[in-house]
Nanobody, 124 residues
Framework: QVQLVESGGGSVQAGRSLSLSCAAS??????MAWFRQVPGNEREGVAA???????RYADSLKGRFTISKDNAKSTLYLQMHSLKPEDTAVYYC????????????????????WGQGTQVTVSS
């Protein structure tokens, strides 16, 4: 059983940076991803890291967000730069036991492990 616990959310001004962490217990050699959700909207994929270490990003976030994983610490990270008010959302960590989710990484229905979410608020 995998448990995911996010941390690092908070309130920042536009243009600043913020880093999120997701501590995983259990087997972590999974496809892992970050999603975000604004109330009333669908949960959308932000970025994913595949079992081979390759990464995927939402097109609109490329260049500003970086996903990484420290297998020794069983922790997934999301570094967010040049934050915008529209980045305000609850950010979720997700995982699924699949070697290659590269083609469907942003499909939230494919993930069966979720964290509780952490709020990120960006003010203008």
């Amino acid at each position: 059983q995998v448990q995911l616990v996010e941390s690092g959310g908070g309130s920042v001004q536009a243009g600043r940076s913020l880093s999120l962490s997701c501590a995983a217990s259990g087997h972590v050699n999974y496809c892992m991803a970050w999603f975000r959700q604004v109330p009333g909207n669908e949960r959308e994929g932000v970025a994913a890291i595949i079992s081979d270490g390759s990464t995927r990003y939402a097109d609109s976030l490329k260049g500003r967000f970086t996903i990484s994983k420290d297998n020794a610490k069983s922790t997934l990270y999301l570094q967010m730069h040049s934050l915008k008010p529209e980045d305000t959302a609850v950010y979720y960590c997700a995982a699924v036991a699949h070697w290659d989710c590269g083609s469907w990484w942003s499909n939230k229905w494919q993930y069966n492990h979720w964290g509780q979410g952490t709020q990120v608020t960006v003010s203008s």
